[in-house]
């Protein structure tokens, strides 16, 4: 099998695996970085959702072999002491309900910021509408949004 | 270790000093008897007497283990905070842990029915009181003074002359002293975390994406598993090849056992492939169904089918002989799937000294059972070990996939987790059952509903009605009744049982009843319960009153009838100990109803966290309208039609509308919200699409319904 050299969270890791294995399956199973979750390998729920160049994609469906030298970050990598305003702002907001669903929330809130540190509320809806929390904490995570683009 | 007898009747209490200093108070929130004193040398580890503790370290750190699933209802945060009000502690300085299985000490360490609040409410406070009387009388021995001038809060014990102790202080001499048989509770205006809003205790763990599932255990050596279950209930295995898979890269086995084929591998990817280079044949086994054929089913059951009678009061026959109107209406709703967020998954690990058993389970106990019974070996060869649960909405109370993993282990003779895809969660059954209703109502001539029927035809469903609820006990003849078809799709408990939609469709009958007697819903239903008040009719299982404030309430939160070009409808529901009424508003846009805001007044008693409390009602209500509009499971030839979240629709952001919460502050003993405010949502949306269209909706999902169609 090809090894891979990959920059996750600015730190090279290798992993030797089949040129088909999405990167979540070599984050999960090979590299030890569970934070990213499996909720349906088919780009529909965005529970895998990470940055590539700082762009949020659903790893489920990234084949480990087209990342390259892309850095790529996760949830692990999102901040050093997990108070990245969208972070702090979960926390504030109080979102997390099962919590299974919120790293990929984070992780494509914290993208929508980068690229638009005020967005209007149909933004943020559109931005956050491939992301599905089945416990229904929508508002929250809303919410949380809007106050974390106040301390961008 | 060494024990002590004690006379107490109480559930409750053992102490000793924490190895390392403190006070360890072991104790049983569930049992109402287990009273073997043992002394506590280290937090117990699942098989001691009791199933929980409450332990100070000489730091004063309170660790608090808390026994129930934590699935997303919060539990690990609200159980604690009773504890740590009666016992006035820094709730800075609580940590929180879950508690494994024992099976020794407890009678409910489950999560389920809503039931874990109202079931551990005076154990908790029990708990605490006892833990602050110690700490206190420990306090007024040090100093020499009578217990009665010292006070407690915020961790620290104050005498009047102004001298304080920590908690951590006095850990061990309080451990030290005996333990009360009486302890006094807070008055409610005392509390001080009780009712208030208190972030969940694993934000910061779930937050920064921390290992906290089901699905992030790993250990080295263990295998991966994903296991081929039979696409259409109905059908067995013919024949298995499974040579081209074996072959493939990192798998080590393929196994066939029961019904099932599992890929055994070194990585999720790597099974999930040669998965499908396994060549199966299925046969029919028993009845392969359709949901063309449930529809016809449904019909003729609910016209001609023997139905059990459940409830019976007057003579309905007469009632509607005599009646000036009737009306009769049929709601049908789908099969729906739990769809939690983390699919199953379980780690088993099956030694010749015993099992290992770890992961996401809402009924650890029965799962435990059924692994004893299955490897035919006591239930204390069996531990079994307590993840997160990335939602569980019933899905979790059956322990199919833990039992399915112990009997794998077993046969490859190797720890392995086996992991369901979202495919095989979705064709893989337990599912709300489809079901369909015939309500039937008399009114006499004034107007007044003299006869009311429903019968319930469904798909697995047991009795898909609740026969004491409202309006039971408010008409003079009733009857209720239910027909039940046994199929090979399996169901089983989904997020409020029955009453999800039971709820819409009780809710969304009474207010065509109402219109049909010209009388507003709101006065319509309050005037039913008056009635029940003034004359009950049979057995009344609600609180007359306690419904009566929730329809007032919502009724003047919502502005009930007050918005001008706003359709409003309306919605009440008493399931689970908890009322909750519901007003949505709907407006019309580009021809269509949107449903913009819900408005939700509950009474589970004595709110415990606020914030939790909210976000149970606003996801209850979201999760309510989701699958109301949108979810539906349909089978053809045995197999579930809808497999991942591109074809099963749940809601999204952008479905959204404005949600208010509002909490009736009584008093009375908290009772529990994971279900309750879910029931009342498809009623309330319902009615007010009615509103705004002039055309009821009869069947879920809705979006199907004419009335979303483009006019």
């Known amino acids: ?152 | 270790m060494s024990t002590q007898h004690t006379t107490s009747r109480r559930d409750f209490l053992k102490l000793s000093s924490l190895a390392g200093g403190g006070l360890l108070l072991g104790f049983s929130w569930f049992s109402s008897e287990a009273e073997v004193p043992t002394l506590l040398k280290a937090p117990p580890a699942g098989t001691m007497g009791f199933n929980s503790y409450l332990s100070i370290s000489t730091d004063g750190v309170i660790t608090i283990s808390s026994p129930n699933p934590e699935l997303g209802q919060n539990i690990m945060t609200s159980f604690p905070m009773i504890v740590a009000e009666e016992l006035d502690a820094d709730w800075t300085k609580v940590k929180v842990i879950q508690a494994p299985l024992d099976t020794k000490g407890f009678d409910r360490q489950l999560t389920g029915g809503s039931g874990a609040v109202p079931h551990s409410w005076n154990k908790l406070r029990t708990a605490g009181a006892t833990a602050r009387f110690m700490l206190i009388q420990a306090a007024a021995k040090k100093w020499n003074v009578p217990a009665e001038e010292c006070t407690a809060a915020n961790s620290v014990v104050t005498h009047s002359s102004g001298k304080q102790l920590g908690y951590g202080e006095l850990a061990e001499a309080a451990a030290a002293l005996p333990v009360p048989k009486e302890v006094k509770f807070k008055n409610a205006k005392d509390f001080k975390l009780i009712g208030t809003a208190i972030k969940n205790v694993a934000n910061k763990s779930i937050i920064t994406g921390k290992p906290l599932f089901g699905m992030d255990f790993y250990r080295p050596g263990m295998l991966f598993a994903m296991i081929q279950r039979p696409e259409a209930f109905g059908t067995k295995i013919k024949s298995v090849d499974s040579a081209a898979a074996k072959a493939m890269p990192g798998i080590v086995d393929v196994v066939v056992f029961q019904n099932n084929v599992a890929i055994v591998g070194k990585s999720t990817w790597e099974v999930a492939k040669a998965r499908k280079a396994v060549k199966i044949i299925y046969e029919p086994d028993g009845a392969v169904e359709s949901t063309a054929d449930h529809d016809a089913l449904f019909k003729s059951l609910l016209d001609t089918g023997t139905a059990t009678v459940r409830r019976k009061n007057g003579d309905v026959d007469a009632a509607f002989a005599g009646a000036a109107k009737t009306i009769k209406r049929d709601y049908q709703c789908p099969f729906i799937a739990h769809a939690p967020m983390e699919p199953m998954n379980f780690f088993a690990h099956v030694r010749e000294d015993g099992v290992e058993l770890i992961g996401p389970t809402q009924t650890p106990a029965s799962a435990q059972t059924a692994t004893a019974k299955l490897l035919n070996i006591p239930e204390d060869r069996i531990t079994l070990e307590i993840t997160r649960l990335g939602g569980g909405f019933g899905r979790r109370l059956k322990f199919d996939y833990v039992v399915e993993a112990a009997e794998l282990s077993k046969l490859i003779n190797a720890p392995v987790k086996v992991i369901w895809s979202r495919e095989d969660d979705m064709s893989g059954g337990s599912y709300r059952p489809a079901v369909r209703y015939r309500f039937e109502a008399a009114l006499d001539a004034a107007g007044n509903l003299v006869g009311y029927k429903c019968r319930g035809v469904g798909i697995n469903a047991g009795n898909p009605t609740r026969e004491d609820n409202f309006p039971s006990g408010a008409v003079p003849n009733l009857l209720i009744d239910c027909i039940e078809h046994k199929s090979a799709i399996t169901t089983g408990p989904w997020r409020a049982p029955i009453t999800n939609f039971l709820g819409f469709a009780e809710q969304a009958f009474l207010d065509e009843v109402a219109e049909a007697a010209k009388k507003d819903p709101v006065q319509f239903r309050l005037e039913l319960l008056e009635k029940a008040k003034a004359a009950p009719v049979g057995e009344i299982k609600y609180d007359i009153n306690r419904m009566i404030t929730v329809i007032k309430t919502a009724a003047e939160k919502a502005g009930w009838g007050k918005l001008p070009g706003v359709s409003q409808g309306f919605s009440v529901y008493f399931s689970h100990r908890s009322y909750v009424a519901q007003v949505c508003n709907v407006l019309m846009q580009a021809g269509k109803p949107v449903v913009q805001k819900i408005t939700a007044v509950s009474d589970c008693g004595q709110v415990i966290n606020l914030s939790g409390a909210k976000q149970q009602v606003m996801g209850g209500i979201v999760d309510g309208l989701g699958h109301a509009m949108y979810s539906k499971l349909s089978f053809k030839n045995g197999a579930a039609e809808q497999k991942n979240f591109n074809t099963y629709r749940l809601i999204r952001m952008q479905e959204i509308p404005e949600v208010e919460t509002h909490f009736i502050d009584n008093g009375i003993d908290p009772t529990g919200l994971g279900e309750p405010a879910l029931p009342p949502t498809g009623g309330a949306v319902a009615n007010a699409i009615f509103k705004a269209t002039g055309k009821r909706i009869y069947t879920q999902p809705f979006i199907e319904d004419a009335n979303f169609k483009t006019i």
Request: hydrophobic share 40%; with cysteine; proline share 4%.
């Open chain 1, 1 to 152: 099998m090809p090894a891979y050299n990959l920059l996750i969270n600015g730190k090279q890791h290798t992993a030797d695996v089949a040129a088909d294995t999405p990167l979540l399956w070599v984050l999960r199973d090979h590299l030890g970085l569970l934070g990213t979750k499996y909720g349906c390998g088919v780009a529909q729920c965005g529970a895998c959702t990470v940055h590539l160049n700082g762009a949020a994609v659903k790893s489920c469906v990234l084949p480990v072999s087209a990342i390259k030298t892309s850095a790529v970050t996760t949830i692990e990598g999102l901040s050093e002491l997990g108070d990245h305003p969208v972070q702090a702002a979960w926390d504030e907001v109080d979102v997390p309900q099962c919590g299974y669903c919120q790293a990929g929330q984070i992780m494509t809130a914290a993208a929508l910021l980068k690229k638009n540190a005020h967005p209007a509320d149909k933004e943020i809806a559109a931005a956050m509408n491939g992301n599905i929390c089945r416990c229904g904490a929508y508002h929250r995570i809303h919410e949380a949004i809007k106050l974390a683009g106040t301390k961008i």
